[in-house]
Structures are given as C-alpha cells and as structure tokens.
C-alpha cells in the first residue's frame, strides 16, 4: 500500500473508499461486513509484522473481538493506523527487541520471520518474550514439506531437514522451506506445549501484492479465449488471508496448541471448479482453452508463477493441494465463499494505480497467453 493510500483512508470517505482499497472486506453482495461478534474474554494480543498483507486483518479482527492489540514491525510498511491498537516498533534483523522489555502478553502471532533468517529471527523473539507470552503462533508455510506423496496429506508429512534438503550444504543461506521448518522447531523448543504452528499455503485476496491468485479474477474479467492449464481435474487448495487471519486470533482465543494447515476450502477444488467459480462474478463473454501440462511444459509455461495457483501433481508432491482438514475445522478454521474472495480481489486490484494494474506480478502477459494458444491450435 501506498503512502497516498495511507492519507486517503484517513479522510472523510474513509469507510467507503477502504472497502474499495480492500482494506475492509466485502462480501459477495459487494457489502461491508458485519463486525465480528466480541471474544467471551479479552487478550492482550502481540503481533509481530502486524502491518503488511495478513497482519492488517488479524489486527481488525482482533479488535473487533475486543482484544487489546499491540504490533511490532520496523514502521516501515505503509498502512492505516486502527484506533486503539497500540504500534511499538524494532528491527528483528538486528535482535532489536528492546520496545517489548519489561511487557507480557496473552498470545504472540509471528508473521515476520519469513526469510532465510526465520530460524534466527524466531530462535531471538522467543529469547526475548519466553517468559512473556502464553503461546507463540508461528506462521509457517505448506514449503516445509519435503515428502507430500500420501493423499490426504496431513500436517504429520515429514519436514525438511538439513540432511534432506537437497542442493544445500551447511553455510548456505536457507532455502525458504527449509528456514521455516528449522523456525517452526526453535518455536516449538522455547514453547514446549504452547506453540501454535499455522502452515499456510497460498495466501489470496484482496492485499495480496503477489498477483499469484489476482491474475485469475483478472484474467477472466477481460473475457475473449482463455488459457488454463491441464484438463481442469488438478487440484488446489488456498487460503483467503481473512480467513487465515481470523482464525490465527481465534486459535490464540481457545489457547489451540500443535501443528495446522491453513489451506481450504474443506474438499479442496479441481482448477475447473475455481476458474468457473470466478466467471460466475464477472460477465466478460469468454471461452476456456485447457492445454495439457506436456504442451505447457514444452513451451515452458511454468507451473504457479505463469499459470498461478496451478501446480501438477508431481511424484512425492501429489498430497499438495489435498489435505485433509478435519483437525483444522475442529479447531475453527472456516471458509469464505469463492465468489466472496475473488470479487473483493477484484475490488482491490481496481483500486491500484493504472500502471501496476496494466502489470500483474504472476501469470502470462496478454502476448505470451496468445502466443502459446496460436502454437496449441498450430500443434492440434
Ligand atoms: N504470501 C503467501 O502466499 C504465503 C504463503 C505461506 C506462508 N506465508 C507467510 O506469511 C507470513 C506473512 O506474510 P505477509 O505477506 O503478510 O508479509 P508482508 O506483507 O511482507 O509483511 C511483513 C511484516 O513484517 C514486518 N517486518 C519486516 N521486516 C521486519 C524486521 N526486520 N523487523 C520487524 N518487523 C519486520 C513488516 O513491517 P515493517 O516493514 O514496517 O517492518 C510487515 O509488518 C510470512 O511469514 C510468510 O512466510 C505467506
């Protein structure tokens, strides 16, 4: 989010225009929601990277259950400030966690350690809040997984290791699976029995600066011949970050401890079902060309950066968008609906400046969609 956003969200239209800016949700109708009924007790709630793309909604959504919310990132991302949640800054780069000395809270959420630095940066807030927080939910990632072959896939699928990552050797920087997996571990040892472990797949909706869903919606709303990949049977399973963040404040309210998978809906969906379920929310007139994932993978269209969400089942990846998600229900996770998710990704991505709308960060450019489909109807 721009700092031009951040103003225009504090003026008078501030309701109106943050619906349109996705930083509200809207529903399928296109309504605000209605706020979230309060929490049966009140937490002090720490989140760290409370800024950004999911940190925003775990903050409102916290809010309107009428916890006390504090955040902590370096106040360098750009973002409307929300009545009454307290913003302290540091820079985990730097093991800065001196703003938080001396406080306790209920629950840490743990959104910022994504990188290389993850084992480190988690390994250092537990340091500094052990004795300070109740429970730590770590947000991990479906990438931790170096064998997902079992279908369903369950969150007991075996992680990687250092010894299992192939390619890297010890010096290396962490390859992002691996650096979650060894994070999820010093969460896990500095909070035995009080860690909570959150493994999300693709985060979408409205927010999402990746475009990796966005290109979808987007794609369907301009209409004319459309590429999809495979025959439309491949599954998927993603997380709209609402629900991902509603249910992180949620599993911080029932004191919920252990290891889930953040992906939904709760029997998945082929592409068919997801691409269709986006036309249903739009009405360019359009056809679907599906073109197998050889052709693709010959004309090297590449799998989830070029045909986004996309991801052909592969040996030893085949569970990858089919977990089962009956301990994740059980503990609360819900889902919007389809329609709901790419209508408010929409709403978002026409709020952005002209240029970055004209450039999408996932999916094919128009010329290279009619590149490919020109050379499948040359080869058919
Ligand atoms: N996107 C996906 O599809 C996906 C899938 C699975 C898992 N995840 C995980 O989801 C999590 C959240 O992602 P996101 O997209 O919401 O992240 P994001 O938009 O990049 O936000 C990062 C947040 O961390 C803060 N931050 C960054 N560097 C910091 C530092 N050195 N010290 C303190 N705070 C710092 C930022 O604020 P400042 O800049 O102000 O510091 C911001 O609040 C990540 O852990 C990611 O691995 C993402």
């Not at 770590?138 to 390619?167: C, K, Q």
């Not at 969400?309 to 889902?335: C, M, S």
């Not at 590149?371 to 058919?380: D, N, P, Q, Y």
């Amino acid at each position: 989010m721009t700092t031009d956003r951040r103003t225009f969200i504090g003026t008078a239209a501030a309701a109106a225009s943050a619906v349109a800016l996705g930083m509200l949700d809207v529903n399928a109708q296109g309504a605000p929601p209605t706020p979230a009924a309060p929490a049966p007790r009140q937490l002090r709630l720490l989140i760290l990277g409370g800024t950004g793309f999911i940190g925003p909604y775990q903050v409102r959504y916290a809010v309107e259950r009428g916890h006390q919310v504090t955040t902590f990132n370096r106040g360098r991302t750009a973002h409307a400030a929300v009545e009454g949640v307290e913003e302290v800054t540091g820079d985990r780069a730097v093991n800065d966690y001196a703003s938080l000395k001396g406080r306790t809270w209920d629950a840490v959420i743990d959104n910022s350690a994504s990188s290389a630095t993850a084992p480190q940066w988690v390994r250092e807030a537990a340091a500094a809040l052990k004795d300070a927080v109740g429970q730590y939910l770590f947000i991990s990632t479906r990438s931790v997984y170096r064998d997902i072959s079992m279908v369903p896939a369950t969150v007991d699928a075996p992680l990687y290791t250092p010894e299992t990552t192939e390619g890297w050797k010890e010096g290396q920087p962490y390859p992002y699976g691996l650096a979650k997996a060894l994070a999820e571990g010093e969460a896990q040892r500095a909070f035995p029995e009080r860690a909570t472990i959150v493994r999300p797949g693709l985060i979408i909706g409205p927010g999402d600066e990746t475009d990796r869903f966005t290109y979808w919606p987007v794609r369907i709303a301009r209409g004319g011949e459309i590429l999809v990949p495979g025959d439309g049977s491949d599954r998927v399973q993603v997380i709209d970050a609402r629900d991902l963040a509603e249910w992180c404040v949620r599993l911080c309210e029932q004191h919920a401890f252990g290891r889930f998978m953040a992906v939904g809906p709760k029997n998945g969906r082929s592409m068919a079902e997801m691409v269709y379920g986006i036309a249903a929310v739009t009405d360019a007139p359009l056809s679907w060309t599906w073109v197998p994932a050889e052709f693709l993978a010959q004309h090297r269209v590449r799998p989830y950066a070029e045909m986004p969400v996309w991801q052909p089942p592969t040996p030893g990846n085949e569970g990858f968008a089919r977990f089962d998600l009956t301990r994740e229900i059980a503990a609360g996770l819900t889902f919007r609906t389809l329609a709901d998710t790419a209508q408010a990704t929409l709403a978002y991505h026409r709020s952005r400046p002209p240029e970055r709308q004209a450039r999408l960060r996932a999916g094919l450019t128009a010329a290279r969609e009619a590149e490919v489909l020109a050379a499948w109807r040359a080869a058919g």
